[in-house]
Nanobody, 123 residues
Framework: QVQLVESGGGLVQAGGSLRLSCAAS????????MGWYRQAPGKQRELVAT???????NYADSVKGRFTISRDNAKNTVYLQMNSLKPEDTAVYYC?????????????????WGQGTQVTVSS
C-alpha cells in the first residue's frame, strides 16, 4: 500500500557527485525511518545511511564524510547526496521506509522497498 520510487542514479566519473531521491506514495500515515541500502554484483545488500523522522542519522563507515542523507517529511521524500564518489560505490541503490499506513486507529505497520537505481562510478 506504500510505494517507493527512486530517481537520480547514473554514470559518473570517480570524484564526481550524484543525488538520489526517493518518494513514498500511497496510504502513508507516518514514516519513522527512511534509508538507503546498496547491493554490488556478487555481494550482499548493505546499509548506506538511515534517517529518522526527527532527523537522527546513521552512516556506514565507508561513506562517512562523503554522503549526506536528508528528508522532507512533508513530501515523504528522502535524499542521498553522494560526493567524492569512488568506483567501489558502484551498486544498485535501494530506498527503504518503515512506518504506518492507513489512518488513525486503522493504521498498520509497513516496511517498503523501492525498485532500485543503478549508480556506476568509473575510474
Amino acid at each position: 500500500q506504500v510505494q517507493l520510487v527512486e530517481s537520480g542514479g547514473g554514470l559518473v566519473q570517480a570524484g564526481g557527485s550524484l543525488r538520489l531521491s526517493c518518494a513514498a506514495s500511497g496510504r502513508v500515515f507516518s514514516i519513522n525511518v527512511m534509508g538507503w541500502y546498496r547491493q554490488a554484483p556478487g555481494k550482499q545488500r548493505e546499509l548506506v545511511a538511515t534517517i529518522t523522522s526527527g532527523g537522527s542519522t546513521n552512516y556506514a563507515d565507508s561513506v562517512k564524510g562523503r554522503f549526506t542523507i536528508s528528508r522532507d517529511n512533508a513530501k515523504n521524500t528522502v535524499y542521498l547526496q553522494m560526493n567524492s564518489l569512488k568506483p567501489e560505490d558502484t551498486a544498485v541503490y535501494y530506498c527503504n521506509a518503515d512506518g504506518y499506513s492507513g489512518s488513525g486507529a486503522f493504521s498498520r505497520p509497513f516496511s517498503s522497498w523501492g525498485q532500485g537505481t543503478q549508480v556506476t562510478v568509473s575510474s
